[in-house]
């Protein structure tokens, strides 16, 4: 099938697009290498400090500076093409993963560096992100972004299911350096790929007033009350919710006794729900009630969080974890197709900026207070606490969402 044509009668329709399915098919294999990445440096950073502050730390330290920066990489999006840059970030990729897994080969490596690097891994990021988000919608046609958003979620939480299995079997068999390793070399089956792609990304954007092109982004979300809506819920989430992930080297190391193998088992769990969740939605090809789709699985991520809060047995974790994931890649998904749809071309990486911004950006912010919250009132207070806003916002948004449409 050439680039840009489409089968309507096909489950998969962008697997047919010979663009995305070379892009789809490299980010399995690095993305793969990257939540390795995560679960080693998770567990290297509670191996050096034992303290779920340092953990918060780190993790914010690791999204800052898509807070600082993500505006700028949707900007550089629409003004550059996106195969180039991604190219670029994926080849800068390399350079941390190298880096902490030499540091902790020669048993030199201390929390500081991890954070320095996770830092550096961040700002790549920032420009990555935006630019990946905006370059899904020019290789496939716009009848199959919510196909192609969901396959791409699939991608990334069958990588969640793989990576951390691998990384914690190759944690207690060859050590910590080896993920790291791994992760670096993970990165050239993508770029070799994004080499072979014929679409580059279209320029879209022609405004020589940097803060005028961001700006353009902000006036639309405003305008758009579904979608500033949409995106209030995400900061919520990303404030209080996603974090979770922080605490759970503290949830299998001190609460379940499960050690590294079980948290790679608990961060597989939430990508095997979450795997389910973006291949429920891409078999679909399109959710038809956006607004229940969208309110129903963030209700059942922010109460799955709170089961987590009360749970003490291993398997009960393992399975709330699991409708957390479901729940979060559901709304996620859902939501990043509903933008997409809703958002003209020449605005696309800007707005999509934003969202990486409100998902990812503010993430430091988050961990940074479930950290400090856990340090002082402990971690299971903690989960319960920032369960119940999420709760909470979950209901705000159906009734204002319902009211925007």
Not at 174 to 189: E, H, L, R, T
Request: hydrophobic share 55%; net charge positive.
């Amino acid at each position: 099938m050439e680039n840009g044509q489409r089968f309507p009668a096909q489950k998969f329709p962008a697997l047919y697009v010979r663009d995305f399915r070379l892009f789809w098919l490299g980010q399995i294999i690095s993305l793969s290498g990257t939540w390795m990445h995560s679960v080693a440096q998770s567990w290297l950073v509670y191996s050096l400090t034992k303290s779920p502050l340092y953990l918060g730390i780190v993790a914010s330290l690791s999204s800052l500076p898509i807070l600082l920066f993500t505006l700028f990489g949707g900007m550089v999006a629409d003004r550059y093409p996106k195969r180039n840059i991604l190219i670029i970030t994926q080849i800068m990729s390399i350079i941390p993963a190298l880096t902490v897994a030499i540091l902790a080969d020669k048993n030199i490596i201390t929390v500081w560096h991890v954070g320095i690097i996770a830092t550096f891994l961040g700002t790549v990021n920032a420009f990555d992100v935006p630019a990946r988000q905006a370059f899904l919608a020019e290789v496939v046609v716009k009848a199959d972004i919510t196909n192609a958003i969901a396959l791409n979620s699939a991608a990334f939480n069958g990588a969640r299911i793989i990576g951390p299995v691998i990384a914690g079997f190759i944690i207690s068999s060859i050590g910590i350096p080896a993920c790291f390793y791994i992760n670096a070399v993970s990165f050239i089956p993508v770029i070799f790929a994004l080499s072979k792609i014929k679409a580059k990304g279209a320029i879209k954007a022609y405004q020589s007033n940097i803060w005028k092109d961001i700006a353009d982004g902000w006036r639309f979300i405003v305008k758009e009350k579904p979608v500033l809506y949409m995106m209030a819920l995400i900061a919520v989430f990303s404030l209080f919710g996603i974090p979770y992930i922080t605490l759970l080297p503290v949830l299998a190391g001190e609460i379940l006794n499960v050690g590294a193998r079980g948290l790679s088992f608990l961060v597989a769990s939430a990508g095997a729900g979450s795997f389910i969740a973006a291949m429920m939605i891409a078999f679909k090809g399109e959710v038809r009630r956006k607004d229940i789709y969208i309110t129903l699985s963030g209700l059942v991520f922010s109460l799955a969080i709170l089961g987590i809060s009360f749970s003490r047995n291993f398997y009960l974790s393992v399975l709330f974890i699991f409708f957390a994931g479901w729940g979060i890649v559901s709304f996620l998904a859902t939501s990043n197709s509903f933008i997409q749809h809703a958002v003209p071309d020449s605005l696309r990486g800007r707005v999509m900026s934003l969202y990486t911004l409100v998902f990812l950006g503010f993430a430091p912010v988050g961990n940074s207070i479930i950290g400090i919250t856990a340090h002082s009132l402990g971690t299971v207070a903690s989960l319960k606490i920032f369960a119940i806003l999420c709760i909470v916002g979950s209901i705000i948004f159906s009734r204002k969402f319902k009211m925007g449409n």
